[in-house]
C-alpha cells in the first residue's frame, strides 16, 4: 500500500517556490522533471522551440518554459496542446505582440474553445462560464500568467504597469456551448472544418453585463446591447473591437426571428455609437476623418450636437460568441484590447500515452 503524501513536504516545496517569485499571489504546483515530462509528451513539439520573443526585454518563452508553467498553474499533462493553442490564438493580436501585456489598461485574455475538446477535457461552457469551479476552465489561462511572469518577468511594479486592472486577468477561458445553437460554432466561422477542436482568444480590457429577460423582442435585446458597447467610458479610441457573449436564451431569440450571426454583426455596426452632443457632454468628442477621439474638441472641429458616430468600423471588429445555460436571459459585452485576429488555431490532435516497449516474445 502506498504511503500518503506528506502534507508538511507539500507546504515547503510550495513555500519554496513562493520564495523564488514563481507564484501569481496563489499556491502553485511544485514541477519537477518527471512531471514536466509527462506535458511534453503530450506535443510534438520541440521542447526548445520558442514560442515568443520579448525583443525590448531580452526574454523569451520555450515549448518546456510553458510546460514548466502549466505544470505549476494546475494543469493536467492532457491540456498542454489546449495551452499551447491558447497561447498561439491570442499572440495573433497585434496588441498582444506590440506590447499590450504592459499596458496600463491591464488587459487579460478570452479565451473560447470550440469542438469536442470541450467534453473530453471537462471545459465548462453552460452555467458559471466567467465563474470558478472548473480545473480545465481556470488553470489553461492561469498557465499563460504564469508564462508571462516568469519567462517574460512581466510582474506587478515591475515591468506590468498596470492602473488598475480587472478581476479575472488570468482566469478567463470557457468553451462555446454550441449544443444550444442554430450558428455554426467560432471555429468554423472563421475557416476551420466543422468539428475542430480549436481555441479563439484575444486581448480584453472590460466585461459588462447584459440583463434583458423583459421582452420577447429581438431588437429591444441588440438595443440594450448596443447602448452598452456605447458607453462613453470605454470609449478612448476612434474604433473599437468588442466580443458580445450571448446566452443561450438571447441567442435562441435572435436566431428564431431569422437573424444570422452577420445580421447580428451588421445590426450592431449600423446602431453602436454616440451622438456629438453625448460625446461632448464626457469630454470625449473630438472627430477626425469620422472617428471617435480620447479627448475634447476645440470649437473649430466640432460637429453638430446630433451627428452620430459610429464605434465599430465592420462586422470582422466584432466576436459573437454563444456561451451559458438557458436559465435567465443574460449576455456580456466584453471589451477587446485593441482588434481581434479574426482568427482560430486548432488544437494538436491528443497523442498516444508513452509506454514501455514489451519483451520480445512476450
Given at each position: 500500500?502506498?504511503?500518503?503524501?506528506?502534507?508538511?513536504v507539500?507546504?515547503?516545496?510550495?513555500?519554496?517556490?513562493?520564495?523564488?517569485?514563481?507564484?501569481?499571489?496563489?499556491?502553485?504546483?511544485?514541477?519537477?522533471?518527471?512531471?514536466?515530462?509527462?506535458?511534453?509528451?503530450?506535443?510534438?513539439?520541440?521542447?526548445?522551440?520558442?514560442l515568443?520573443?520579448?525583443?525590448?526585454?531580452?526574454?523569451?518563452?520555450?515549448?518546456?518554459?510553458?510546460?514548466?508553467n502549466?505544470?505549476?498553474?494546475g494543469?493536467?499533462p492532457?491540456?498542454?496542446?489546449?495551452?499551447?493553442?491558447?497561447?498561439?490564438?491570442?499572440?495573433r493580436?497585434?496588441a498582444?505582440?506590440?506590447?499590450?501585456w504592459?499596458?496600463?489598461?491591464?488587459?487579460?485574455?478570452?479565451?473560447?474553445?470550440?469542438?469536442?475538446?470541450?467534453?473530453?477535457?471537462?471545459?465548462?461552457?453552460?452555467?458559471?462560464?466567467?465563474?470558478?469551479?472548473?480545473?480545465?476552465?481556470?488553470t489553461?489561462?492561469?498557465?499563460?500568467?504564469?508564462?508571462?511572469?516568469?519567462?517574460?518577468?512581466?510582474?506587478?511594479?515591475?515591468f506590468?504597469?498596470?492602473?488598475?486592472?480587472?478581476?479575472?486577468?488570468?482566469?478567463?477561458?470557457?468553451?462555446?456551448?454550441?449544443?444550444?445553437?442554430?450558428?455554426?460554432?467560432?471555429?468554423?466561422?472563421?475557416?476551420?472544418?466543422?468539428?475542430?477542436?480549436?481555441?479563439?482568444?484575444?486581448?480584453?480590457?472590460?466585461?459588462?453585463?447584459?440583463?434583458?429577460?423583459?421582452?420577447?423582442?429581438?431588437?429591444?435585446?441588440?438595443?440594450?446591447?448596443?447602448?452598452?458597447?456605447?458607453?462613453?467610458?470605454?470609449?478612448?479610441?476612434?474604433?473599437?473591437?468588442?466580443?458580445?457573449?450571448?446566452?443561450?436564451?438571447?441567442?435562441?431569440?435572435?436566431?428564431?426571428a431569422?437573424?444570422s450571426?452577420?445580421?447580428?454583426?451588421?445590426?450592431?455596426?449600423?446602431h453602436?455609437?454616440?451622438?456629438?452632443?453625448?460625446?461632448?457632454?464626457?469630454g470625449?468628442?473630438?472627430?477626425?476623418?469620422?472617428?471617435?477621439?480620447?479627448?475634447?474638441?476645440?470649437?473649430e472641429?466640432?460637429?453638430?450636437?446630433?451627428?452620430f458616430?459610429?464605434?465599430?468600423?465592420?462586422?470582422?471588429?466584432?466576436?459573437?460568441?454563444?456561451?451559458?445555460a438557458?436559465?435567465?436571459?443574460?449576455?456580456?459585452?466584453?471589451?477587446?484590447?485593441?482588434?481581434?485576429?479574426n482568427?482560430?488555431?486548432?488544437?494538436e490532435?491528443?497523442r498516444?500515452?508513452?509506454?514501455?516497449?514489451?519483451?520480445?516474445?512476450g
Open positions: 500500500m502506498a504511503a500518503e503524501p506528506d502534507p508538511d507539500a507546504r515547503e516545496a510550495i513555500e519554496y517556490c513562493y520564495e523564488q517569485g514563481w507564484t501569481d499571489g496563489l499556491p502553485v504546483i511544485p514541477a519537477s522533471r518527471a512531471l514536466v515530462d509527462q506535458f511534453l509528451a503530450h506535443t510534438g513539439r520541440p521542447p526548445e522551440e520558442v515568443w520573443r520579448m525583443d525590448h526585454l531580452g526574454t523569451e518563452c520555450t515549448v518546456e518554459t510553458a510546460a514548466i502549466a505544470a505549476m498553474a494543469c493536467k492532457e491540456y498542454f496542446p489546449v495551452v499551447l493553442a491558447a497561447w498561439d490564438a491570442v499572440m493580436d497585434r498582444a505582440k506590440g506590447g499590450g504592459q499596458s496600463t489598461s491591464g488587459p487579460a485574455p478570452l479565451i473560447v474553445l470550440n469542438g469536442p475538446i470541450r467534453q473530453q477535457l471537462g471545459f465548462n461552457s453552460t452555467g458559471g462560464i466567467f465563474a470558478g469551479g472548473f480545473r480545465p476552465n481556470a489553461v489561462p492561469r498557465a499563460l500568467g504564469l508564462m508571462l511572469r516568469n519567462a517574460f518577468g512581466v510582474i506587478p511594479h515591475v506590468d504597469q498596470t492602473t488598475q486592472g480587472i478581476p479575472g486577468r488570468w482566469s478567463i477561458c470557457f468553451g462555446e456551448n454550441e449544443e444550444v445553437c442554430f450558428w455554426e460554432p467560432l471555429a468554423t466561422e472563421m475557416g476551420l472544418e466543422p468539428g475542430t477542436s480549436a481555441v479563439s482568444a484575444t486581448l480584453t480590457r472590460t466585461y459588462e453585463f447584459v440583463d434583458n429577460r423583459h421582452t420577447q423582442n429581438p431588437e429591444h435585446v441588440l438595443w440594450d446591447i448596443a447602448d452598452t458597447i456605447s458607453r462613453t467610458g470605454v470609449l478612448i479610441f476612434r474604433s473599437q473591437s468588442v466580443t458580445v457573449v450571448l446566452g443561450p436564451e438571447h441567442a435562441q431569440m435572435l436566431a428564431s431569422g437573424f450571426k452577420a445580421d447580428v454583426k451588421d445590426w450592431l455596426v449600423e453602436c455609437g454616440r451622438t456629438e452632443a453625448d460625446l461632448r457632454s464626457a470625449k468628442d473630438a472627430v477626425s476623418e469620422g472617428g471617435l477621439g480620447g479627448r475634447s474638441a476645440g470649437e472641429e466640432r460637429a453638430s450636437p446630433d451627428t458616430t459610429r464605434v465599430l468600423p465592420g462586422r470582422e471588429d466584432v466576436m459573437l460568441v454563444v456561451a451559458g438557458r436559465n435567465a436571459a443574460m449576455s456580456m459585452v466584453v471589451r477587446v484590447f485593441g482588434q481581434w485576429s482568427s482560430a488555431v486548432a488544437i490532435p491528443a498516444a500515452p508513452v509506454t514501455a516497449a514489451s519483451p520480445e516474445g
